[in-house]
C-alpha cells in the first residue's frame, strides 16, 4: 500500500469521528489504536492524537482537526517547508526590501535571512536569471552552494617560472591580439599576446572561440587558466579560462574559491554574488547554538565564510568539518524523524544468566568474541524499556542466526513469541531447520509458515500462533498476512530487510516488538549509519574457527577456459558448480536479452562439458520455479547452474565448491564477494574464478581486491571508495543522497558523532518543537527535499 492509499485509509474514519462528536467510537479497540497500526509513516499524527482516549471533547474535537488538515494537505509539517508568499514587486526605481522573518524562520541580526530571495543583493543585470538556472532562489541556496574546489592564487607563478604540461594560472596584460585561420583543418585560432608582472611575455591560444577577441581588449589585465606549451624560449597557454581582473579582488591574492557552474556564468560573478551575501549578514544565526561548544564546533557564522574565502588551509579544514556536520546531522535527523522510531517505548525483558548458560550448552560450537559481543548489545536493548532497533551485520557464515536463536530464546522465556521473516522460502526452511536445532532441545516450539504449505497445516499454525502454543514461527511474506495474528508478539527478526517493502514489514511490527535486521551484506559502516539511521549497528566481524578462506583466482578472456577445465575436476570429485553472468544493461528488452544471453552461455556449457548435469536459473523464472531450482541443485540432482540473477542470499548448497563468474568487472566488489559467499558452506576446500571480458589494467587491479582479501568489510570500503554511494547497487532506489561535501568514504568519525547528536537532541524533543530548535527545525524543512532518507522499520 502506498503513502497517498493508507492517507485515505486513515482520512475516513477521522472524518467519520469528526462528525459523530469525537466519541471514540468509530473505530473498534479506539482511534488511537488505529493511528498505531496505519499511522506510522505520519509521525506528527501520531504525536496529536497520542492520548486521545483521556482527552476531553473539546481537545479531541482541536487534535482531530488538526489531524485531518495534516493528512489532506499531503505534508508531514515536520518535513515539510511552510508555503511562502511571493515577495510583490516594489515600484519602479525602488529597491525590494528583503522578507520580513517569520516565527517558522528564525531571521539573522538585520533584515536579511536564511529565506530571503537573492534579488535582495545586488546582483547586476540578469543576475537572478543567471543564479536561477543554478537553482538558487535565496540566500540560503547561496550560502550552501559550496565552492567544488579551490585555486592558491596567493602567490601567482611568473611565466618563466612554469614547465611543459602543467597547470597554471597566470595574471597578465594584454599587449596584442590576432584571429588565425589555420590552412589544415579550417580551425580558428585566438592568440593573444601578453606580459606578466615581471616583464615575462607569453601567449594566451582559445581554440575556435573567436567571440573571445571581443572580450580582451589591449591593455586589460586578465587572469588565465590552462595547460602550458613551452617551444624553446615561447611560452604558450592552452587557456581553458580566463576573466577580469578588473573590480573586487576576489580571484587573486587569496586561496580562490571556483564554484559549480553552466556556460555563460563566469566564476567572477559567483565570488562577487557570495562575497555580497555573507556581506549582507552582520551575523549568520547558527541552529547547534546551544551544542556547539560541547562539541567543540566552530560557529557556522566563521565556518561559512571561511568555506567560500578561506584564510589558510588549516582555517578551511576546520570550516568544511562544521559544515559536513550539519549535512550528517540533517540527514540522521531525517531518517530518525521519518521512521517515527527515535524515542518509542518497546517492552522489557529479564535476562537472567543460567538461561544464556543453558542456550550455551545446548550450541555445536562455541560462540566468538564478535558473536559474544553482538548478542551482549541485543540483550542491553532487550532490557531496556525502550523498543529495540538493531541492525546486525555479518559476513556470509559468521553466525547471525544463532545470535538471532539466543535472543528468540530469551524473548520465549519471558513468555513472548518471536518471528523470523526471511525473503524466499528456501530460506525461510533453512532458517527453520537451523532454529530447530538450537531451541527445540530447550523446549521452545518453533513452526514454519510459508505460501507453498497446505491450507490444512496453515490452519494449524495460525491456530498456534493465536493462542500462543508457537514460540517461534519463521516465515516468508506469508507471516505478513492479515489473518495471521499472534497472542504476544515481542521479537521480530527481518532477515535481508531490504527485500521487503517498508509498508510490508510495518504489518509485522504493529504491536511495538524489539526488532532485529539481520543483513549479509556487506555495508561499510559510515554507509549503514546513514542508510539505517534509525537503527543501531553491530557487526560481527570475525568468522568461527575452522572456516577455510575460498580460494580465489582473477583470469582474462584468453585463458577462461581454464576456469571450465577445473570445473570438469571439481564435478569429478562429486561438488558442484556455479556460473554466474552478469544482468544486462538497462533496456527496453533487458529481460529478453537477459534470458538470451545465459541460455547462450548454457548451450555452449553443454557443448565443453557434455557428461555434466546443467540446469538454468533466469530473472523471467517466478519465485517459486527459482526456488524448485535450488532445491534440486541442493539434493544433487544437478551438477552446474547456470545463474543470471544473483543466486538467493544464504542458500547453502553444501557440495558447492566452485564459484565462475563470468565478465567479474561488471559487479560491485561488495557483491562479488557476497556470490564468492555461495561455496565453501559444507566445509570443502572451494574456490572462486573471476573471469575479466575486459583486461585493462584498472580492471584488473580492482578485480585483485578480491582476489587478495576475504574480510567483506574491507571489500565493501573499497568498492565505496572507486565507485561512490551513488554508484553501489540499490542505493539509488533506496533515496541515498549525493552529498554535497560529506563523504561517505572517508567521514565515519563526523556521521558517529552527527548522529549521537541526533539521538539525544530527539529524545529529548522528539518532534523539534522547543524554542531553541526552532531554527533546526528550519533548516530540516528546507533542505529536506534534498536530503535523501530511507524507512527501514
Given amino acids: 500500500m502506498t503513502k497517498d492509499e493508507l492517507r485515505e485509509r486513515l482520512l475516513r474514519p477521522l472524518r467519520r469521528e469528526l462528525s459523530d462528536g469525537a466519541q471514540d467510537r468509530v473505530v473498534a479497540g479506539g482511534l488511537e489504536k488505529l493511528v498505531q497500526n496505519l499511522g506510522q509513516p505520519f509521525p506528527e499524527l501520531a504525536h496529536l492524537l497520542a492520548g486521545y482516549r483521556e482527552m476531553g471533547t473539546a481537545q479531541r474535537l482541536e487534535r482531530l482537526q488538526k489531524a485531518i488538515e495534516l493528512l489532506a494537505s499531503g505534508q508531514d509539517p515536520i518535513l515539510t517547508a511552510p508555503v511562502r508568499a511571493k515577495p510583490s514587486q516594489p515600484p519602479p526605481g525602488q529597491v525590494a526590501s528583503p522578507a520580513a522573518p517569520s516565527p517558522e524562520a528564525p531571521q539573522a541580526v538585520g533584515e536579511i535571512g536564511f529565506d530571503t530571495p537573492v534579488e535582495a543583493i545586488a546582483l547586476g543585470p540578469g543576475g537572478k536569471k543567471k543564479l536561477g538556472e543554478l537553482g538558487i532562489r535565496v540566500l540560503r541556496d547561496l550560502l550552501h552552494g559550496y565552492p567544488r574546489r579551490y585555486e592558491d592564487r596567493r602567490a601567482l607563478q611568473s611565466v618563466r617560472e612554469l614547465e611543459e604540461g602543467q597547470k597554471a594560472t597566470v595574471v597578465g596584460t594584454v599587449l596584442s591580439r590576432e584571429l588565425v585561420k589555420t590552412p589544415r583543418k579550417g580551425m580558428q585560432l585566438v592568440q593573444v599576446r601578453f606580459m606578466d608582472a615581471w616583464g615575462w611575455k607569453f601567449t594566451g591560444v582559445w581554440f575556435n572561440q573567436p567571440w573571445v577577441l571581443k572580450q580582451v581588449p589591449e591593455g586589460a589585465n586578465l587572469l588565465v587558466s590552462g595547460r602550458v606549451q613551452r617551444r624553446g624560449g615561447n611560452v604558450s597557454l592552452m587557456v581553458e579560462y580566463f576573466e577580469d581582473e578588473a573590480g573586487e579582488s576576489l580571484s587573486t591574492g587569496r586561496i580562490v574559491p571556483v564554484y559549480p557552474s553552466r556556460e555563460g556564468i563566469s566564476q567572477a560573478f559567483l565570488r562577487r554574488v557570495a562575497w555580497r551575501t555573507l556581506e549582507a549578514f552582520a551575523r549568520i544565526p547558527d541552529p547547534l547554538e546551544p551544542y556547539r561548544a560541547a562539541l567543540g564546533l566552530p560557529d557556522l557564522d566563521w565556518a561559512l565564510r571561511q568555506a567560500h574565502f578561506p584564510d589558510s588551509e588549516e582555517k578551511l579544514e576546520r570550516a568544511l568539518y562544521r559544515l559536513k556536520f550539519d549535512e550528517f546531522l540533517l540527514l540522521e535527523l531525517k531518517v530518525m524523524i521519518q521512521s517515527g522510531g527515535s524515542a518509542l517505548l518497546g517492552r522489557y525483558f529479564r535476562v537472567e544468566p543460567q538461561w544464556l548458560e543453558r542456550f550455551r550448552d545446548n550450541l555445536p560450537f562455541t560462540f566468538t568474541k564478535a558473536q559474544e559481543r553482538v548478542l551482549g548489545e541485543i540483550l542491553a536493548d532487550m532490557q531496556s524499556e525502550r523498543q529495540m532497533a538493531r541492525l546486525v551485520q555479518g559476513d556470509v557464515g559468521s553466525g547471525k542466526t544463532a545470535v538471532a536463536a539466543a535472543a528468540l530464546y530469551i524473548a520465549a522465556q519471558n513468555g513472548a513469541q518471536g518471528a523470523l521473516m526471511a525473503p524466499t522460502e528456501i530460506l525461510a526452511k533453512q532458517h527453520y531447520q537451523n532454529l530447530q536445532k538450537y531451541l527445540f532441545p530447550l523446549g521452545v516450539t518453533v513452526d514454519l509458515l510459508v505460501g507453498s504449505m497446505p491450507m490444512a497445516e496453515k490452519r494449524g499454525v495460525l491456530e498456534r500462533l493465536k493462542s500462543a502454543h508457537t514460540d517461534v514461527v519463521v516465515g516468508t511474506h506469508a507471516l505478513i498476512q492479515e489473518r495471521v495474528e499472534f497472542k504476544d508478539l515481542g521479537l521480530a527478526v527481518i532477515d535481508e530487510e531490504h527485500r521487503f517493502g517498508v509498508l510490508q514489514r510495518r504489518r509485522l511490527l504493529g504491536s511495538r516488538p524489539d526488532v532485529l535486521v539481520m543483513s549479509a551484506t556487506p555495508i561499510p559502516r559510515s554507509l549503514a549509519l546513514t542508510m539505517y539511521g534509525d537503527l543501531e549497528v553491530s557487526l560481527i566481524d570475525e568468522l568461527p574457527p575452522g572456516r577455510t578462506p575460498v580460494k580465489t583466482k582473477v583470469l582474462t578472456q584468453k585463458t577462461r577456459l581454464q576456469a571450465y577445465a577445473f570445473a570438469r575436476q571439481e564435478i569429478a570429485k562429486g561438488h558442484q558448480v556455479f556460473v554466474v553472468t552478469p544482468m544486462i544493461e538497462e533496456g527496453d528488452n533487458e529481460a529478453t536479452a537477459e534470458l538470451a544471453a545465459a541460455t547462450k552461455l548454457a548451450d555452449e556449457l553443454r557443448e565443453l562439458l557434455p557428461d555434466v548435469r546443467i540446469e538454468l536459473l533466469h530473472g523471467k523464472m517466478k519465485a517459486e520455479e527459482k526456488d524448485l531450482v535450488m532445491e534440486r541443485f541442493k539434493n544433487g540432482h544437478f551438477d552446474l547452474l547456470v545463474s543470471t540473477t544473483v543466486i538467493e542470499v544464504g542458500v547453502d ?91 561517505l568514504a572517508s567521514d565515519q568519525e563526523i556521521i558517529e558523532k552527527s548522529r549521537e547528536l541526533a539521538k539525544q537532541i530527539l529524545e529529548a524533543d522528539p518532534y523539534l518543537e522547543a524554542p531553541q530548535h526552532a531554527l533546526l527545525k528550519r533548516e530540516l524543512q528546507a533542505r529536506a527535499e534534498a536530503i535523501g532518507f530511507r524507512e527501514v522499520i
Wanted: charged letters at 30%; hydrophobic letters at 35%; one cysteine or more.
Fill in 653 to 743: 548448497i553444501p557440495q558447492a565448491t566452485l564459484m565462475i563468474i563470468e565478465n567479474a568487472e561488471r559487479f560491485g566488489l561488495a557483491q562479488l564477494h557476497q556470490l564468492r559467499g555461495r561455496v565453501g558452506r559444507g566445509g570443502l576446500e572451494s574456490y572462486c574464478i573471476l573471469i575479466a571480458g575486459e583486461s585493462s589494467k584498472k580492471t584488473l587491479s580492482r578485480l585483485r581486491i578480491i582476489e587478495e582479501s576475504t574480510d567483506g568489510f574491507y571489500i565493501a570500503e573499497k568498492d565505496l571508495e572507486l565507485r561512490g554511494p551513488g554508484e553501489l547497487r540499490g542505493l539509488r532506489q533506496s533515496g541515498m543522497p549525493d552529498l554535497r561535501i560529506g563523504d
